[in-house]
């Protein structure tokens, strides 16, 4: 894939660099032409508007939040959530691992972690990103 060198990019203000490019596109469009073809339209639509000024922009971040949101069903964390809710519903649970104590406890964590960094420490959370995209290349 090293036609993205060919194409006249910034390589230096990239937010995803091409290998991270080629762990998430080869397993999901490896087989399926078309659908990469919808995606590179789609990318396509959302330069454009974000070319266009902020309105643009703004209808680019709301694209993405609900692309965000269509995206979870697929996910891993989707297929667990699922499982731990029905293992709930069925009464096999502790309180302590209930989905709603879970989830309202690792939030609470997060927002008193985030509370107590300082506006220098934002930008650590890329390692986590990277782990994700090296779990979609295998």
Same mark, same amino acid.
Request: glycine share 6%.
């Given at each position: 894939?090293?036609?993205?060198?060919?194409?006249?990019?910034?390589?230096?203000?990239?937010?995803?660099?091409?290998?991270?490019?080629?762990?998430?596109?080869?397993?999901?469009?490896?087989?399926d032409p078309g659908a990469a073809d919808c995606l590179?339209? /789609? /990318?396509?639509? /959302?330069?454009?508007?974000?070319?266009?000024?902020?309105?643009?922009?703004?209808?680019?971040?709301?694209? /993405?939040?609900?692309?965000?949101?269509?995206?979870?069903?697929?996910?891993?964390?989707h297929k667990l959530a699922r499982e731990l809710y029905?293992?709930?519903?069925?009464?096999?649970?502790?309180?302590?691992?209930?989905?709603?104590?879970?989830?309202?406890?690792?939030?609470?964590?997060?927002?008193?972690?985030?509370?107590?960094?300082?506006?220098?420490?934002?930008?650590?959370?890329?390692?986590?990103?990277?782990?994700?995209?090296?779990?979609?290349?295998?």
């Open positions: 894939m090293s036609e993205a060198n060919d194409q006249n990019c910034n390589c230096r203000n990239l937010l995803a660099d091409q290998e991270t490019w080629e762990i998430i596109l080869e397993p999901a469009f490896c087989n590179a339209h /789609l /990318l396509f639509i /959302l330069k454009k508007a974000i070319a266009s000024g902020p309105e643009g922009s703004m209808r680019v971040i709301n694209t /993405l939040q609900d692309g965000i949101r269509m995206i979870w069903p697929y996910t891993e964390e029905e293992i709930y519903l069925s009464g096999d649970l502790k309180p302590w691992d209930e989905p709603r104590q879970v989830l309202e406890g690792a939030l609470e964590r997060f927002k008193t972690k985030r509370k107590a960094k300082s506006p220098k420490a934002a930008g650590h959370g890329s390692e986590r990103r990277k782990s994700g995209a090296t779990k979609a290349r295998r």
